[in-house]
């Protein structure tokens, strides 16, 4: 799917209409718009245990561990943060020792914002994404 995105309204209303999937295809696209080679719904298997990314993005020799999440409002992002930053803090760290890569672990979400960091893991809103990776 390619998207005809000229705006950041453009960006924020498609953000907030389309599916989850189409969510994390949008996630993509705007790595990819940057320059990342970025792949979906990538599944990793080692020592016979499995673990699923949205998006993985790579560039320079950097990889961004990307989970999409389609909280609806801020009180709803807040209480789900922390299982959230738990959960892919382990995701990340099982790709880690599966692939010998570090990666960058990042949330993003379609609420509005400037990125924060909770614990070791980037929590930015699709809408602060450019700026963010052009900003790192």
């Given at each position: ?17 389309v ?19 970025a ?42 943060l ?9 995701r ?14 990042l ?30």
């Open positions: 799917m390619e998207f005809q995105i000229n705006s950041i309204q453009e960006l924020e209303q498609l953000s907030e209409k599916t989850w999937q189409y969510f994390e295809k949008l996630v993509a696209y705007v790595f990819e718009e940057n320059g990342f080679e792949e979906q719904n990538k599944v990793i298997v080692f020592n016979n245990d499995r673990r699923q990314f949205d998006v993985i993005a790579r560039k320079n020799g950097e990889t961004y561990l990307i989970e999409c999440k389609r909280w609806k409002s801020r009180a709803d992002s807040m209480s789900a922390k299982r959230a930053v738990e959960t892919h803090l382990e990340c760290s099982f790709y880690s020792e599966a692939t010998g890569e570090k990666a960058i672990p949330l993003v979400s379609p609420l509005k914002g400037m990125p924060e960091q909770h614990e070791d893991v980037f929590i930015v809103p699709l809408l602060s994404l450019n700026w963010f990776l052009n900003n790192q």
